[in-house]
Every structure is written in structure tokens, then in C-alpha cells.
């Protein structure tokens, strides 16, 4: 069994120079569909919700930006809300839109046979390019409820073709340094066909609109069994992977943790993204967490999902290319696979607390948020009010 590399200053760089996007909605009250779950602390303003984003940057040193998802995070003045963030360390990220949580949308958005529902709700994605530019977001995520239960319900090629024109729409609005990122579900709410069902969906429809348009890939929007990591590698190649939901699943998709039910999957996952190349900030990929704490305490749970991404990189960093590139010329598979597991098996939490370290962090997040005080603060000082939630 060949030795595991030994952690190289290369390695060490990669990991203190990697991003992830926490959402503004992770540190809202959220549950299941029979029940919603408050908890102290929970932020009541958007302001609070970077306020937690915040923290979770400064203990992890990760976490520079935050997501938006409008109208969830609606303000008056966006441009001062990015100031806001800066102010407290962090940027304004990806602004998700929502065309799925009106009565109009019953039939679906941009794809609804009523032209006024259409109009109604690409307005709504080009308004979302305006607070783009008021907060010097970059990433357009749109994601579509859309969808038919009964077959005949509507025509389904008329509906990829109300999507297309829309999208078309959105496109043509774009600033020259922005994009749209399509994201995918399987299925849900609708039930026998969606609209944008699989990333073969969505990447036909970017490669139509062009340069500016990329995949989104939600973890938990799959099949059981699908090969996610071969999802990754087919669109890194194609050049039009352009961010990641991250989460994790056991039956639907169920916005756990990432990492949670399949630690393994998610290295390989990042297995691919380090093969390529493109961990770097440069290179465009955004990394977000898309998740729901149901149940656990909001800050801690999103700290914890973005150390279960650094420990997936990490192991993937340490994969011996060179063995690895040796055994499968070979077509030795049992030392290619031994190769990868080798990596996988190697406990990388010692090397990731010297990161932390050198970079003036305490190594342990999830202690030094506990010793912290912060949780205390928060729930002491937003004791009042109405906290924030799903459709809030």
C-alpha cells in the first residue's frame, strides 16, 4: 500500500485560499412540510442573517460570502446592505430568486400556460439582476418549481419553450461579468413531469443562451444511486459547471448537512473539482451550502457543514496523482481504487487545524463558537420581534 503524500505547502495554500457561500436562509427558522420549528437566536432582519454569516467566517476563515434569495431578503436600499456585509467581513453572494411560494404560480412560473403568470414572473428574475447590481453580486441561481402532476395537463415542449424565452429574457439582461446559474430537481412539487428535471436539461438550455450561463449542481436533487461525481467531470469538461447546492440526502431531497449521509460521495465529488483544477476562487465555481436546520442550532450547523467540505478537500489534496495516473495506465484496479482510499482513510483534521492556525484561527471552530458567547448574545438580543423563516 503506497504512503499517503505528506501535506505540501501547495496543499496548505489550496485549502486556506478555498470559499464557501453560506445561504441567508440557513439561519432562518425552517422544518418540514407539516411544521416549522422556531429557535432562539434566530435572525429577524437580513441584517441578522449576515450578522450570523458573518460569524461563521470569522471561525472559519472560509465563509467570505453570503447567499440572498429574494423576496426573502427584500430591503430597500441593497446597496447599502452590501455595505453592511463589508462592514462585517463578509460580501453579498448569489442572488436566488423565488417563483415558486405565490398562488399565481399554482400552474408554474415561466412556463405557466397564462401569459400574464409568465410575465409576472420573469419580471421577477430580471428584478433580481437589478439587486445583482446593486449589490455587485455576480451569480444569478434560478431554480424552477415548474412543473406538470397528470399527463395531458400541458403540453410539455411548450413549456420547455416558454422557459427557453424567458431565460432568453434574463440572459440578455445580464451585465457583462454576471451569469445565470440553472439549477435542477429531479422532481417536486411536481410529481409526473419538471420542467428542468436533471443536468441534462439545464445544460442543454445554457449552452443555448451561451458563455454566461452554467450548471448548478444541488447535491440532493438526484436519483438514488445517481453518479454525481460523473455529473461534475462531464461539466468541468464542457466548461459549464458553475456552482454547487451542497447538502445532503437519504430518500428526497432533504437539505441535511453536507456530508451527513455520504461523506464519501462528497470526496469524490471533490475528487473531480481538485483532478480539474478548479478549486480556485479564479476559476469560478461557486461553492454554497443549500441548507434547512431543521432541528439543530443554525451557526453551529453551518460551521460544521463547511469544516465537512474542507475535510473532503483535504483528502482529495492528498490524492497521489502520480500513483494514481500509474495504476490505471497499468489497469491495476484494485491499487487505482486502494490509491483513492488511501486518501479518503487519512484523518485530515490535524492538517486542517494547522491551517486554521496559521492563519491565526483557533484550530477546533465548533469549540471556539461555543466559548464564544455568541449563541448567548443572540439568543439574549433577538429575544423580540418576529424571526425570520420560509417566506420570511
Known sequence: MPPVPEPTSAVKQALSRQAIETPSWAFGNSGTRFKVFAQAGVPRTVEEKVDDAAAVHRFTGVAPSVALHIPWDRVDDYGALARYAADRGVRLGAINTNVFQDDDYKLGSVTNPDPRVRRKATDHLLHAVDVMDATGSRDLKLWFSDGINYPGQDDLRDRQDRLAAALRETYDRLGG??????????????????????????YAHCAELGPKAAVCIDTGHHAPGTNIEFIVAFLLRQGRLGAFDFNSRFYADDDLMVGAADPFQLFRIMNEIVRADALD?????????????????????????????QEATAKALLVDRDALAAAQTAGDVLEANAVLMDAYNTDVRPLLAQVRADAGLDPDPVAAYKRSGYQQEIEAARADGRQAGWGA
Not at 192 to 198: G, R
Not at 281 to 286: E, L, M, Q, S
Open 281 to 309: 476562487p479564479a476559476r469560478g465555481i461557486n461553492f454554497m451550502l443549500d441548507q434547512c436546520h431543521n432541528i439543530e442550532a443554525k451557526v453551529p450547523a453551518v460551521i460544521r457543514s463547511v469544516m465537512n467540505v
Open 177 to 202: 461579468d454576471q451569469r445565470i446559474l440553472l439549477e435542477y430537481k429531479l422532481f417536486e412539487p411536481a410529481f409526473y413531469a419538471t420542467d428542468v428535471p436533471d443536468w441534462g436539461t439545464s
